[in-house]
């Protein structure tokens, strides 16, 4: 493929059109600027400069026209536009500081484009890889304008990127600020100035009409009168074509994908408006709406800023405050202490055991590094790293216990990006929510169209004035857009609220998803119960305090619950450890200070006997006893099975145990509802078999041996205490301090959704009481531009109040 830079030579030069008087009028073929006196023509289409030309015959080459069949001059245009010089991005310091991620194979960067504007940027942005090799895969972030790109460092460098994503319209805004600084989003500065301008119309046009507002004689003063009315009207023109062109684009394009959007109305009204409003002024018959339209214009843009405001908050919120229930090994000397991650900071040294997350960038200074980033590439094959090499954020050691000295401040926002990566989504049906949501934006803009018309219908022949206003308060007084807040406002709130309470979830889907249940399966070592307060007794060979010492210094590579209560039994965890492995389900061993030691259970070891909640101890090739584990039960835990199976939920237990608890358990779960002695692939197993038989799977386990279920299932939750180990599969985590809070927390889930439905309820009133109003022509088109936006604030604040209101009643607002 033909390497693409910014001063690549075009296969053939545009050239100066021989009829310059035929394409003088015309505009831009890539941008819809104005081609001016001297335009460039190449492939019979006229270009404002070489620059767009440039772009069109880069996709013309690469087949990617489709580009402009999305929108009409979909591109950015290059016109005077200047060049911009990347040579800082040489700079490996410069370099690092962008990207997330890089090793030998591919390198990952998020960049800021101000230019997204319309589904063309998207669908070009997002097939960059047919324009250049080396890189991978991109995607868009529309709201956040932003683009998360995947490329081979050895192919394509940074630079190249950067030079070839301006080349083609779309210089991204690079701030060597640190990416991990929490910033609340900004409005864009474009929004500012249509709101200046549509303001300082609207107050204009308002003191133009003055005479007309206090019904002063105009017959004496004709000639002023439509002087005024021509003033109002260049005043509204940078209203409609500039602060009104979004609206007026997106109706636009929706009607060329054969789609009624809500901008739709909204245009149309507009339209109307202005149009009406130029007729009466040229033909002197009346002053016209101008006021009306501006007014229009100005309140759906400052609705439209409060909205967006409200949006980052939320956006905020959720990726700097909703912290994950992670804390991290912070080594102080000789001491060590678990600290949360969010108080973690550059210059903090970590200790990162076997099967524990790197929560934030940083350099390997102790132990040997073999780290699976299948959480931020999705290959799990582990890579090999040296003291010294630097160690990226979303890495999971899978070796020995390592100690890391952070290079930047936990990034909080970027684990929750991995955590919500489309690889560990679940392929699911569509929500109820989102399917009334989907049919309401459907069917509401064509019913808005037909009830406008049959109102202009109405009163055309009656009163002309209010036909126009209640043709356009109709237009403009429906609001779609309360139902779609609903969803992302409602359960955003009490996703914050169950995250106050130590139940971490993924997105807002899950909390419908959690209302659909019908089976719930729980794991018991570390779900049922717990081994902070555990008790453990030895039973064999007397060990010498030698090997105690080596018996601690491999279980303290391990994050497993068994391996960390035997370290606080043992004591001293000293001497060198090599030759690292964990078997899944299993156990561990290595080489420790030449001497082969391996933990686990009976048969990982060569004992024979049956396993259970028991860690066996073999020693330079002999078995010498084991550590019994008296695990000691959640409290609750009885309470919390019984909450399902009073819901009418099947309720199962897997438990890679044997059966000395089964008497316990049995009267809770049935025997015939108990399995024990259960491989990971064995639970793995069982959930598809449930969910063949039509059930849709609650399940509850450690995230250590549970991965696979836990992604299986529709809604995987990793209970956890205060340890960087879970699963990126798994849908929740909860704090297993509140495992007896669940049967609660699960509840207000439950309120929560049908607090949507309310707010749907209360947008219908809305609308219903709205268009009432409207149709008789008592409702002004600016009442309505007030009303439209309010409308929006009103269902925002009736979720967020409602969800918050319930979490007071039941005890969880404001939370821990």
Same mark, same amino acid.
Request: charged share 20%; hydrophobic share 45%; proline share 4%.
């Given at each position: ?24 009028? !015309? ?13 460039? $023509? ?42 911009? @010089? ?35 940027? *998207? ?28 490329? /081979? ?5 940074? @630079? ?9 319209? =779309? ?31 609207? !107050? ?24 005024? &009315? ?16 979004? =609206? ?14 809500? /901008? ?66 912070? *080594? ?33 200074? @102790? ?32 070796? !020995? ?39 309401? &934006? ?146 561990? $061993?290595?080489?420790? /200070?030449?001497?082969?030691? @391996? ?37 609750? =835990? ?42 990971? $692939? ?11 038989? !039509? ?5 509850? &386990?450690?995230?250590?041996? /549970? ?11 990793? *209970? ?15 704090? &297993? ?22 707010? =749907? ?56």
């Amino acid at each position: 493929m033909t390497a693409l830079t910014p001063d690549r030579k075009l296969t053939s030069l545009p050239k100066v059109p021989e009829n310059e008087a035929a394409v003088e009028a !015309g505009v831009c073929y890539h941008c819809g600027e104005p081609c001016g006196q001297n335009p460039v $023509e190449f492939d019979g289409k006229c270009f404002c400069c070489t620059g767009c030309s440039m772009v069109y015959q880069i996709l013309r080459e690469k087949g990617m026209c489709r580009y402009y069949e999305l929108d009409q001059n979909p591109g950015i245009s290059l016109k005077g536009r200047r060049q911009e @010089r990347y040579e800082f991005l040489d700079d490996e310091e410069v370099v690092e500081a962008l990207l997330d991620f890089r090793n030998e194979q591919m390198a990952r960067v998020s960049l800021h484009l101000p230019q997204i504007h319309c589904a063309s940027c *998207v669908w070009l942005l997002e097939n960059l890889y047919r324009l250049r090799d080396g890189i991978i895969q991109s995607r868009v972030h529309f709201m956040k304008k932003e683009l998360s790109l995947t490329f /081979d460092p050895a192919r394509i460098s940074l @630079r190249q990127i950067v030079e070839l994503l301006a080349s083609v319209g =779309y210089p991204p805004a690079i701030h060597l600020a640190s990416a991990e600084q929490a910033r609340k989003g900004q409005t864009p500065r474009r929004l500012w100035y249509q709101i200046g301008i549509a303001g300082f119309a609207f !107050g204009n046009v308002m003191l133009l009409s003055f005479p007309e507002y206090l019904g002063l004689d105009l017959a004496t003063q004709q000639g002023w009168v439509w002087v005024f &009315g021509y003033l109002n009207l260049a005043l509204s023109l940078p209203v409609l074509l500039y602060s009104g062109a979004d =609206y007026l684009r997106s109706a636009w394009q929706g009607l060329r994908m054969g789609q009624l959007n809500i /901008d739709v109305p909204v245009s149309l009204g507009m339209l109307t408006l202005f149009g009406r409003s130029t007729f009466e002024v040229v033909t002197q018959t009346g002053p016209g709406y101008f006021d009306s339209l501006a007014g229009l214009v100005f309140f759906l843009l400052v609705g439209k800023w409060y909205q967006q405001k409200t949006w980052q908050q939320l956006a905020f919120d959720r990726d700097y405050k909703s912290w994950l229930p992670l804390a991290a090994t912070v *080594v102080a000397g000789r001491e060590e202490r678990s600290v949360p991650v969010r108080r973690l900071k550059a210059g903090d040294r970590i200790r990162v055991r076997h099967g524990e997350l790197v929560p934030a960038d940083g350099i390997l200074t @102790r132990g040997e590094g073999r780290f699976d980033y299948s959480f931020v590439t999705g290959e799990a094959e582990p890579q090999p790293a040296a003291e010294g090499e630097k160690v990226f954020a979303g890495a999971r050691q899978m070796g !020995g216990a390592i100690v890391i000295t952070l290079t930047k401040d936990v990034a909080q926002s970027y684990l929750t990006r991995l955590w919500n990566e489309q690889s560990f989504a679940h392929k699911q049906t569509r929500l109820k929510t989102e399917l009334l949501a989907d049919r309401v &934006g459907k069917w509401f803009t064509a019913v808005v169209l037909v009830l406008a018309t049959g109102a202009l219908a109405w009163w055309w022949p009656r009163d002309v004035h209010a036909a126009i206003d209640a043709f356009t308060a109709v237009l403009i007084i429906a609001c779609p857009c309360a139902v779609a807040l609903a969803i992302p406002f409602t359960f955003g709130n009490a996703l914050r609220i169950l995250g106050r309470n130590g139940l971490y979830l993924k997105d807002t889907t899950v909390i419908e998803r959690l209302q659909q249940v019908t089976a719930v399966v729980f794991d018991k070592t570390g779900t049922l119960t717990t081994t902070r307060k555990a008790r453990l007794h030895y039973e064999g060979q007397a060990l010498t305090p030698e090997e105690q010492r080596r018996v601690a210094a491999l279980a303290a590579q391990s994050a497993h619950p068994m391996s960390r209560r035997l370290v606080q039994t043992l004591g001293r965890a000293e001497g060198s450890v090599a030759d690292f492995r964990e078997v899944q389900g299993q156990g561990i $061993e290595a080489t420790v /200070d030449g001497v082969a030691v @391996r933990l686990g259970s009976a048969a990982f070891v060569g004992a024979s006997a049956k396993s259970g909640s028991e860690v066996w101890v073999r020693i330079d090739g002999e078995v010498k006893g084991r550590f019994v584990l008296e695990a000691e039960w959640r409290p609750g =835990y009885e309470a919390v099975v019984r909450y399902f199976r009073d819901q009418g939920k099947e309720v199962w237990l897997l438990s890679g145990d044997n059966e000395r608890e089964a008497a316990v358990l049995a009267p809770l779960f049935g025997e015939s509802h108990m399995a024990f002695r259960q491989k990971p $692939e064995d639970k793995l197993a069982f959930i598809r078999q449930l969910q063949e038989q !039509g059930h849709r799977v609650l399940m509850l &386990g450690d995230g250590l041996n /549970d991965a696979g279920a836990l992604k299986q299932a529709e809604v995987g939750v990793a *209970v956890t205490e205060d340890i960087t180990h879970f699963t990126p599969a798994s849908d929740a985590i909860l704090d &297993g301090a509140r495992f007896a809070d669940l049967p609660r927390m699960l509840e207000y889930a439950c309120r929560s959704v049908r607090s949507v439905f309310q707010a =749907y309820g209360l947008a219908a009133v809305y609308n219903l009481i709205g268009q009432s109003y409207a149709v008789q022509a008592l409702l002004s088109p600016v009442i309505a531009a007030v009303l439209m936006p309010a409308s929006s604030v009103t269902i925002v604040t009736f979720g967020v109040g409602v969800t918050t209101l319930i979490g007071w009643r039941m005890g969880l607002w404001p939370g821990d």
